[in-house]
């Protein structure tokens, strides 16, 4: 599981294709590092989706769907939020 980041006007075209838990394969995106003030998990990267981001799924039964601790409020609160 990879974080990702898109527009928030995007959101509403990928909030219905992209579903947790499933797997997928993109193409046209970015890859950043996992750093700043907020971090929603421990993962080092994270995918920043642009203009001709595509994404189809692909099932891929053998992943693993609970591999990261995501963090609570009170630990990015609290400033425990990156190792």
């Not at 409020?73 to 425990?80: A, C, L, R, T, V």
Request: with cysteine; glycine share 4%.
């Amino acid at each position: 599981m990879i974080p990702a980041m898109m527009k928030n006007e995007d959101l509403a075209v990928w909030v219905e294709k992209l579903v947790e838990g499933e797997s997928y394969v993109m193409h046209n995106f970015k890859i950043l590092k996992s750093q700043g003030q907020y971090c929603i998990c421990e993962h080092d990267y994270k995918l920043l989706f642009i203009g001709e981001t595509a994404v189809k799924a692909h099932p891929m039964p053998n992943i693993h769907l609970k591999v990261y601790r995501f963090k609570s409020i009170k630990e990015i609160i609290d400033g425990n939020c990156c190792p």
